[in-house]
């Protein structure tokens, strides 16, 4: 009787699975850092990977979609997606401008005085 080595080929299919989604990973973050369009074809293309088995993976394709859209909106303005600034940030420094006006306000109205 053969001993079983199925054990080895199934490793071997994880660790396949692992590096090709690494892959494509990496491909996003550097697609999306340089600024450059994420579509599913310069994924696959920088990825070296088939477009279908991008579109089979629910979280990457979730991911290609949002920053593709988000390209789209943003075609003026080239600016990587860690880089764009937040809705938390712009209301942070909108409160502090307007907490800097008043001050000076007040300061203007003192010197008056």
Do not use: C
């Amino acid at each position: 009787m053969r001993a079983d080595n199925s054990q080895h080929i199934v490793d071997a299919a994880r660790r396949r699975s692992e590096y090709t989604r690494a892959k494509a990973v990496q491909a996003l973050r550097s697609l999306d850092l340089a600024g450059e369009p994420v579509t599913f074809e310069t994924v696959a293309k920088r990825a070296a990977l088939s477009r279908s088995w991008l579109y089979a993976q629910p979280d990457l394709r979730e991911e290609i979609e949002r920053l593709r859209a988000a390209h789209r909106r943003d075609l003026s303005s080239p600016v990587p997606g860690r880089q764009r600034t937040s809705d938390a940030s712009l209301r942070r420094r909108l409160e502090a401008a307007n907490a800097r006006i008043r001050r000076l306000t007040e300061e203007n109205q003192q010197l008056r005085e």
